[in-house]
Structure formats: structure tokens, C-alpha cells
């Protein structure tokens, strides 16, 4: 089940730059957390960042913080992921999701998905 659309993935040279959004069409974010996650081929789905509803609290994947900054902007019913600095290591498709409270490391917590966009980091 789709609930969930990301946007703005691509490619990118390593060093580049790209801005994910993530939006609902049939209900509101803003009673949500929000978190982007991220799959490669043959790995895991992994939490990348999420930022809260209530206090807007950011969390982020330990190799990300200081180049992804997680963003909301309620009366758009959007949450944006802006990621600088891409590397190789980067390239997944990434996914958001919505959840009660931040929880970057139980995939399984969230309700609702997306169906992903892909980045792709490479020379």
C-alpha cells in the first residue's frame, strides 16, 4: 500500500547535492514523525533521519549528520531530506515514512511508506 511519494531523487557526482521531498495526498503529516530510510541492493533497510512532530527534534544516521539536514514545512505537508556532500556510499533508493515517535532503528514501527526515489551517487 502506497500512502507516502517521494520526489527529487537522481543522479549525482560525488560531492553533489540533492533535496528529497516527501508528501501525503489524503492525510496530514504534522501528527507524524517523519523518517527517510534508505535500501541498497542486497543490504537492509536502514534509517537515515526523522525528525518529530511535536518539538521538531532531528535525528540523523551517524555518517549523514553534518551533511543531511531533515526539514518540515507543515503548511505544505511536506517533510524535505536535503543531503550534501553525496558519496557513493549514498546510492539507495530512499524511502520516507511517518511514525508516532522517532525511531530510526525498527523500520517495522512505521504505518505508513512510501514506494521510494532513487539516488544514485557516482562519477
Known amino acids: 500500500q502506497v500512502q507516502l511519494e517521494e520526489s527529487g531523487g537522481g543522479l549525482v557526482q560525488p560531492g553533489g547535492s540533492l533535496r528529497l521531498s516527501c508528501t501525503a495526498s489524503t492525510f496530514s503529516l504534522d501528527r507524524y514523525a517523519i523518517g527517510w530510510f534508505r535500501q541498497a541492493p542486497g543490504k537492509e533497510r536502514e534509517g537515515v533521519s526523522c525528525?518529530?512532530?511535536?518539538?521538531?527534534?532531528?535525528y540523523y544516521l551517524s555518517n549523514t549528520k553534518g551533511r543531511f539536514t531533515i526539514s518540515r514545512d507543515d503548511t505544505k505537508n511536506t517533510v524535505y531530506l536535503q543531503m550534501n556532500s553525496l558519496e557513493p556510499e549514498d546510492t539507495a533508493i530512499y524511502y520516507c515514512?511517518?511514525?508516532?515517535?522517532?525511531?530510526?532503528?525498527?523500520?517495522?514501527?512505521?504505518?505508513?511508506w512510501g514506494q521510494g526515489t532513487q539516488v544514485t551517487v557516482s562519477s
Open positions: 515514512a511517518a511514525v508516532g515517535f522517532c525511531e530510526l532503528s525498527n523500520p517495522g514501527l512505521y504505518d505508513y
Open positions: 525528525i518529530s512532530s511535536r518539538d521538531g527534534h532531528r
